[in-house]
């Protein structure tokens, strides 16, 4: 079994900045991060690629959010900046295993972490 592990610290006031990590317990190629607000759909907020760095963005976080990974620790980031009241949800990183890409579609993913709640309020 794959163990996917976040950690950070969820409780943030509006226009700070708050970083996410995510550890697998093996080789990924296709890491993610979604979230799931109160309300709402599980979205996908942000993605890149073990291989060759290529990263994508929902428009909601654009020139907000950055997701960088640390392939030796198969470790990957989710660095947000400038929060907003509407970015408050339930993280969760992902993962694909094979090579194959991983796009935003939430069942294009292997693994999934245990959630972590970011709430951004003043």
């Known amino acids: 079994q794959v163990l996917l592990v976040e950690s950070g610290v969820g409780l943030v006031r509006p226009g700070d900045s708050l970083r996410l990590s995510c550890s697998a317990s093996?080789?990924?190629?296709?890491m993610g991060w979604f979230r799931h607000a109160p309300g709402t759909e599980r979205e996908f907020v942000a993605r890149?690629?073990?291989?060759?760095?290529?990263?994508d963005y929902a428009d909601a976080v654009k020139d907000r959010f950055t997701i960088s990974r640390d392939n030796a620790k198969d470790t990957w980031y989710l660095q947000m900046n400038n929060l907003k009241p509407e970015d408050t949800a339930v993280y969760y990183c992902?993962?694909?295993?094979?090579?194959?890409?991983?796009?935003?579609?939430?069942?294009?993913?292997?693994?999934w972490g245990q959630g972590t709640q970011v709430t951004v309020s003043s």
């Open positions: 992902a993962a694909k295993h094979g090579l194959g890409q991983a796009g935003r579609g939430q069942y294009e993913y292997d693994y």
């Open positions: 093996t080789r990924v190629y296709s």
């Open positions: 890149i690629r073990w291989t060759n760095g290529y990263t």
